[in-house]
């Protein structure tokens, strides 16, 4: 597969397979209904969209309760049928996004995020009271040598404080990096179900298949399920 594993048939996504550092969280997202499904490409090297962290995010935060049709755009370029228009127009409502740089009027669904812009997205909506304390003079557990702008500081050390955010081995936070979807789906999952059901020290006990092999079998052929 895309990932370099041979001899599995990685399900639900092809790309999300046993033993990567994603897998568990992604999994766990999926389960709950917070990612969807539809495709059986996952894509967790791929730069994430606003449109995805927003929809994502506020699915996590409203888990099962959809939010319902829009009569109002909330954007200029966010039509009332598109099918992200309840997800946006729900941030927007609740304070968690304001618009894209480029124009006031626009969502700009289709940009990239970078790491501290969906820190912000992310601990805004699903660690609001950390936020408040980090914000109140909280300090960090350590610190992130690129974490230098104080509106950043209060999103990021809050999933530092929930164990979602880590960093790279630089002592750095990658604050203008593009995030990926698997370390969009890393910190929405810990920062909403925690590290223990998200990470990948959580419980070997909780039943996840992960793989068929093979994706294909005849009467009485012996299937395996990882």
Known sequence: DADGVENSVCFPFKDVCPGRWYTRPVMK?????????????????????????VTATVRAIELGNTPGPVDTAP???VNVDDWFAPFVAYAKQIGLIQSCAQEESLFCPGDTVSRAAAAEVIALGLLADSV?????GQQPAWLFSD????????????LQDAYAA????????GVDKDITRAEMA????????G????????????????????????????????
């Open 29 to 53: 997202l999926r389960e709950e209904g917070v990612i969807d499904g539809t495709s059986d490409m996952f894509g967790p090297h791929d730069p994430a969209l606003r449109v995805e962290l």
């Open 75 to 77: 954007f200029d370029d």
């Open 166 to 173: 880590h960093g790279y081995p630089d002592g750095s936070f």
């Open 132 to 136: 408040e304390a980090f914000a109140d």
């Open 147 to 158: 974490v230098q702008n104080p509106d950043d500081a209060p999103y990021v050390y809050a």
């Open 186 to 193: 890393k910190l929405i999952c810990i920062a909403k179900f």
């Open 195 to 226: 590290p223990m059901e998200c990470a990948a020290f959580g419980d070997p006990e909780a039943p996840q298949v992960f793989s068929v092999t093979p994706q294909i079998a005849v009467s009485n052929q012996s299937t395996e399920f990882t």
